[in-house]
């Protein structure tokens, strides 16, 4: 087949795509709902205690506790934002895959097992076990707000676009209604199971998307004789030998490759500071779990990722470049109209149903990570000073919590559907690798370190990265950015992480110097042996 027959066979495509199968698409996903609906209420009958509630109390296994990982990592962006910046860009689309994985290795050699040993719940846990408690604990609370906010507000306007291409709800009033019913479910996961009942969502999301995904990529292969360089040859007959090089996105001025090497340091480091990510490490009993966990991750995640692979040129192949750009969704299109091509309304409807369902579960993830942040750093530590008689009520202030910021992050998709939301998920992570992280490794590797340079470091990361993105490309003075018609674009890069990240650890490293507070060292010897050894640490809570 030529590449002028490939294209004008997949015209009808989009339309095909859009709105056709809207009941199927409805009917699968209500399906998911309810069968992690019951899940969720048989778990809640074990969540009693605090511990149950935030860390389900430490009972799930490596392996288990690694598939949930993989399931709250694979966002929709993963899912359909690289699929189809493969089919569009080609090698330069891939190298997004690279760095989400390679990420993982940061994870595993620095983070997961002592974060395990020295906390319980929360970052804030870790942070001020030598530091002054309550200043630490509010900067790290606040932080795990801000990038949690900002991944949320990402996930629920990025529904909007999906909704567009998968049900064929183009108007803004239908959008907006279902992406308060994605709300509502997300809160009603949290508020009902916990962690323990989230984590479960994330295991079947996760081996529904894994699933999916192996099942288009071995047909796309079988329709290549499983022969990768036949594809690859199609598609840049199709695309143009552009998606074999690289340099189709990010090498056209050496400002954008400077911009891909701040986005690459941003997402190989900020994975590691992800607080929901973090918060999944002590749902395990123990450290050696913790790292079993990252393992399966890793294997799960890069597994995937080499499926987008095959996803992404498949799509470029078969539907082209040009109708995929020109798809409702846009390039997230890429996946399900690849789909629609190989399997018509049903496999397009099970993909659908695996988009919203990698929604709905990242946002309970994420919901439910803020709000314990709030309730136990806050709330018990902070204002409460750890006299929190009834343990009961700081799980009553969490769930609270989780209804506040379900709201908010409600009102906030709907208030960002249809626009630009790239830059906040560059927000969150660039935030994570420049606030988060480099008061972590400071606190678990540098005696010296101290309450001055953790708050340097929280503060003063969130505020370069926010103040930075501001005055970005990715907010104005670009076609692509959030308000193209303005234009206040001062700092060239669109991913401030290049320089937000070094800063950081600059800050943390001025504030621990110039201030003469000695209490971070006193402690480090404690915290060393607990961090590495797991003596004293939080035990698993058996029911």
Not at 34 to 40: F, P, Q, S
Not at 347 to 361: D, E, P, Y
Not at 521 to 533: D, F, P
Request: hydrophobic share 55%.
């Amino acid at each position: 087949m030529s590449s002028v027959q490939a294209i004008s066979a997949t015209q009808p495509l989009a339309q095909e795509a859009t709105g056709g199968n809207s009941l199927l698409n409805i009917g699968i996903f209500a399906v998911f709902v309810v069968v992690t609906m019951v899940i969720v209420f048989r778990a809640s009958r074990n969540t009693k205690t605090a511990s149950d509630y935030y860390a389900a109390g430490h009972a799930f296994s490596g392996p288990q506790n690694g598939i949930a990982i993989s399931g709250d990592y694979l966002s929709a962006a993963s899912f359909l934002g690289i699929a189809g910046a493969i089919a569009v860009n080609g090698y330069d689309g891939f190298l997004y895959s690279i760095g989400f994985l390679v990420a993982w290795l940061v994870a595993l050699l620095l983070v997961a097992e002592l974060l395990r040993n020295t906390g319980r719940y929360t970052m804030g846990d870790v942070l001020s076990f030598r530091m002054r408690e309550r200043p630490v604990r509010t900067a790290a609370s606040l932080s795990t707000l801000v990038v949690s906010f900002f991944y949320l507000l990402a996930q629920m306007a990025g529904a909007g676009g999906l909704i567009a291409l998968l049900l064929g709800i183009t108007d803004k009033g239908g959008q907006a209604i279902v992406i308060a019913v994605v709300g509502a479910l997300m809160i009603l996961y949290v508020l009902v199971g916990g962690m323990r009942g989230t984590t479960w969502v994330q295991i079947i999301k996760a081996a529904l998307l894994i699933a999916g995904a192996f099942v288009m990529t071995v047909w796309v292969l079988g329709l290549y004789g499983f022969n990768l360089s036949a594809l690859l040859g199609h598609a840049a007959d199709v695309a143009g030998d552009k998606v074999l090089n690289p340099g189709a996105q990010y090498g056209k001025t050496e400002t954008s490759k400077l911009d891909f090497i701040s986005l690459g340091i941003a997402l190989v480091l900020g994975t590691a500071g992800l607080p929901h990510v973090l918060m999944r490490f002590y749902t395990v009993p123990t450290a050696k779990e913790a790292r079993r966990s990252v393992v399966w991750a890793i294997w799960l995640i890069g597994l995937f990722y080499l499926f987008t692979l095959v996803l992404g040129y498949g799509a470029g192949a078969m539907v082209g470049p040009d109708v995929i750009k020109d798809a409702p969704g846009g390039v997230n299109s890429a996946a399900p109209l690849l789909a629609s091509h190989l399997g018509g309304p049903l496999l397009l409807g099970f993909i659908s149903a695996v988009a919203f369902a990698t929604i709905l579960a990242v946002v309970a993830g994420l919901t439910i990570t803020a709000s314990a942040s709030f309730a136990h750093d806050i709330y018990a530590n902070v204002i409460k000073k750890g006299q929190v008689d009834d343990k009961q009520q700081e799980v009553k202030v969490a769930r609270i919590t989780a209804v506040v910021i379900g709201v908010v992050s409600i009102l906030g998709g709907i208030a960002a559907n249809g626009q630009n939301v790239a830059f906040l998920v560059a927000l969150a992570f660039a935030v994570a690798a420049s606030a988060n992280l480099p008061t972590l490794l400071y606190s678990l590797f540098w005696k010296r370190f101290n309450t001055t340079g953790a708050l340097f470091s929280i503060y003063g990361g969130l505020v370069i990265t926010i103040v930075l993105i501001i005055f970005s490309p990715a907010v104005s003075g670009d076609e692509e950015a959030m308000f193209p018609s303005l234009d206040f674009a001062l700092f060239p890069l669109k991913n401030p992480g290049l320089v937000s990240i070094p800063l950081s650890f600059l800050l943390g490293y001025l504030g621990t110097k110039l201030s003469k507070d000695e209490n971070g060292g006193k402690k480090y010897a404690e915290m060393e042996v607990r961090s590495l050894t797991g003596a004293g640490s939080e035990k698993a809570v058996q029911h």
